[in-house]
């Protein structure tokens, strides 16, 4: 029987197809909450840590956060899953939210690094005329120092995006049907390991690339956009 | 409107501002000459408070602002501040740079934000470049902007710092035509330049700082045409 024939046959005959589309459902799931969870984190350390460096009141709260970073960055994210599922939330059955709650928390970690170096990035004459004109330190963030910060670190923010992406495949560890772990139950039930796996590689490829792609689009228009305002 | 009261700053161990003693009235035009790392900067900039004086007072209209219960930020939308360079928002259309800070702090409503912005537009010769962004304009432009960004919050106050040192010289010319305006209708402005020919031909007084302390007060005339200490004398031979 060729390649194509057992594909038609497990993913339609059987209907194995509907298990790896919940599997990808998850899996889309996880990954777009974990970058929202994560980049609100990570803003919201990265603005504390800059603020926090000259002001005294907010050294308790610098420290937490470095605190948190470090922590999160030093375990495994598979490790800080297991963790958060059978330890802290181990009377929560939820492994979707739990999943994305780690990868949120893990990935917030690296997100606050990416913003501060977008904050930094923005010349400190921005904050002063902002505070000149009577705006205040969070008024000035949001409105000019955020929305500059941004634009300098969107492709960080992709390759970050990416990264989730494949690391969400570890979500099975806690019994959650995700892509990764769709392709492995169809493997087990029909003793066939090629063409699950193959489709499971093949889906992840094309939205990494999809993604790519995007950020290529983005980068184009935002340069156009400095072209049309440099000219 | 202003009284200095024996302002210091120190960096670290260098002392920057050594007691600084000045009252700017309404409708004064102050100008601040010095040599480089004198404190003209930083004593501009203590007044508004984006630098943090060390010791001293500066009262504002009534209120210390040294004193931490009173409101900055509120003071500083009276406050209009231009700086060397410039400091447009770059990621907003020029309107939007006038009208961001009247909005957020709702001092107008949208449709008198922005009538306000082209009016102000328009006495710059600037109008026609509303809806540009601030690199598509010249430098010169870019600080004509910069001080109608500052004027539209209708400021007691204007501080200059340096407003034309980051010019091309051919541009110099156009934005103190506009600050000379500015004057003529009886803006209260504390000017720190190098342009000597405007501070002797706009400003009711001259500073001339030296060594953190203001080394000689008094009329362009007396500060120029009859310079008394020593160091001002040498410093004027130098730039005139």
Same mark, same amino acid.
């Given at each position: 029987?060729?390649?194509?024939?057992?594909?038609?046959?497990?993913?339609?005959?059987?209907?194995?197809?509907?298990?790896?589309?919940?599997?990808?459902?998850?899996?889309?799931?996880?990954?777009?909450?974990?970058?929202?969870?994560?980049?609100?984190?990570?803003?919201?350390?990265?603005?504390?840590?800059?603020?926090?460096?000259?002001?005294?009141?907010?050294?308790?709260?610098?420290?937490?956060?470095?605190?948190?970073?470090?922590?999160?960055?030093?375990?495994?994210?598979?490790?800080?899953?297991?963790?958060?599922?059978?330890?802290?939330?181990?009377?929560?059955?939820?492994?979707?939210?739990?999943?994305?709650?780690?990868?949120?928390?893990?990935?917030?970690?690296?997100?606050?690094?990416?913003?501060?170096?977008?904050?930094?990035?923005?010349?400190?004459?921005?904050?002063?005329?902002?505070?000149?004109?009577?705006?205040?330190?969070?008024?000035?963030?949001?409105?000019?120092?955020?929305?500059?910060?941004?634009?300098?670190?969107?492709?960080?923010?992709?390759?970050?995006?990416?990264?989730? !992406?494949?690391?969400?495949? &570890?979500?099975?560890? =806690?019994? @959650? *049907?995700? $892509? /990764? #772990?769709?392709?492995? +139950?169809?493997?087990?039930?029909?003793?066939?390991?090629?063409?699950? !796996?193959?489709?499971?590689? &093949?889906?992840?490829? =094309?939205? @990494? *690339?999809? $993604? /790519? #792609?995007?950020?290529? +689009?983005?980068?184009?228009?935002?340069?156009?956009?400095?072209?049309?305002?440099?000219? | 409107?202003?009284?200095?009261?024996?302002?210091?700053?120190?960096?670290?161990?260098?002392?920057?501002?050594?007691?600084?003693?000045?009252?700017?009235?309404?409708?004064?035009?102050?100008?601040?000459?010095?040599?480089?790392?004198?404190?003209?900067?930083?004593?501009?900039?203590?007044?508004?408070?984006?630098?943090?004086?060390?010791?001293?007072?500066?009262?504002?209209?009534?209120?210390?602002?040294?004193?931490?219960?009173?409101?900055?930020?509120?003071?500083?939308?009276?406050?209009?501040?231009?700086?060397?360079?410039?400091?447009?928002?770059?990621?907003?259309?020029?309107?939007?740079?006038?009208?961001?800070?009247?909005?957020?702090?709702?001092?107008?409503?949208?449709?008198?934000?922005?009538?306000?912005?082209?009016?102000?537009?328009?006495?710059?010769?600037?109008?026609?470049?509303?809806?540009?962004?601030?690199?598509?304009?010249?430098?010169?432009?870019?600080?004509?902007?910069?001080?109608?960004?500052?004027?539209?919050?209708?400021?007691?106050?204007?501080?200059?710092?340096?407003?034309?040192?980051?010019?091309?010289?051919?541009?110099?010319?156009?934005?103190?035509?506009?600050?000379?305006?500015?004057?003529?209708?009886?803006?209260?402005?504390?000017?720190?330049?190098?342009?000597?020919?405007?501070?002797?031909?706009?400003?009711?007084?001259?500073?001339?700082?030296?060594?953190?302390?203001?080394?000689?007060?008094?009329?362009?005339?007396?500060?120029?045409?009859?310079?008394?200490?020593?160091?001002?004398?040498?410093?004027?031979?130098?730039?005139?």
């Amino acid at each position: 029987m060729s390649f194509f024939e057992k594909f038609y046959q497990i993913f339609v005959e059987k209907g194995y197809y509907t298990l790896m589309l919940d599997g990808f459902k998850s899996t889309l799931i996880i990954t777009v909450g974990a970058l929202a969870i994560g980049l609100v984190i990570g803003t919201i350390i990265a603005v504390i840590k800059y603020f926090g460096d000259d002001s005294k009141p907010m050294r308790p709260l610098v420290w937490l956060c470095d605190l948190y970073t470090t922590v999160v960055r030093g375990i495994p994210v598979v490790v800080l899953l297991l963790i958060f599922f059978f330890v802290i939330f181990a009377s929560s059955k939820n492994g979707i939210a739990i999943a994305t709650l780690t990868f949120g928390i893990n990935s917030g970690a690296y997100m606050a690094e990416l913003v501060r170096s977008g904050l930094n990035a923005v010349n400190a004459g921005q904050m002063e005329a902002g505070r000149s004109l009577g705006l205040s330190k969070l008024q000035t963030m949001r409105k000019i120092i955020l929305p500059q910060a941004i634009r300098y670190i969107l492709p960080a923010i992709f390759n970050e995006l990416i990264a989730l !992406l494949k690391e969400t495949s &570890v979500a099975g560890y =806690v019994a @959650v *049907v995700d $892509l /990764t #772990r769709a392709g492995t +139950l169809v493997r087990n039930n029909t003793y066939n390991a090629v063409v699950p !796996l193959t489709l499971v590689a &093949v889906v992840y490829l =094309v939205l @990494v *690339v999809l $993604l /790519t #792609r995007l950020l290529r +689009l983005l980068e184009r228009r935002m340069s156009t956009d400095d072209r049309r305002r440099k000219s | 409107m202003i009284d200095v009261v024996n302002l210091e700053k120190h960096f670290g161990g260098e002392n920057v501002l050594n007691g600084i003693n000045t009252t700017i009235h309404k409708g004064d035009v102050v100008c601040v000459i010095g040599p480089s790392g004198s404190g003209k900067s930083t004593f501009l900039r203590c007044l508004n408070m984006l630098e943090k004086p060390t010791g001293g007072k500066i009262i504002f209209e009534g209120d210390d602002l040294m004193d931490k219960r009173v409101d900055l930020n509120a003071h500083r939308q009276k406050m209009g501040m231009v700086f060397q360079q410039f400091n447009l928002f770059p990621h907003m259309t020029i309107m939007e740079n006038l009208t961001v800070a009247p909005l957020l702090l709702k001092k107008f409503d949208k449709g008198r934000a922005q009538e306000k912005a082209l009016e102000l537009l328009d006495r710059v010769g600037l109008a026609d470049r509303a809806n540009d962004y601030p690199s598509q304009l010249s430098g010169g432009q870019q600080q004509r902007v910069a001080i109608c960004r500052a004027l539209c919050m209708e400021p007691d106050v204007m501080l200059f710092d340096e407003p034309t040192s980051a010019l091309d010289p051919e541009m110099v010319g156009e934005v103190l035509d506009v600050m000379k305006e500015l004057a003529k209708a009886g803006m209260t402005m504390v000017v720190v330049t190098h342009e000597m020919g405007f501070a002797r031909e706009v400003s009711n007084r001259v500073l001339f700082l030296d060594g953190g302390v203001i080394a000689e007060e008094g009329t362009p005339d007396a500060i120029f045409n009859h310079p008394q200490c020593e160091r001002l004398q040498s410093f004027l031979a130098k730039v005139l």
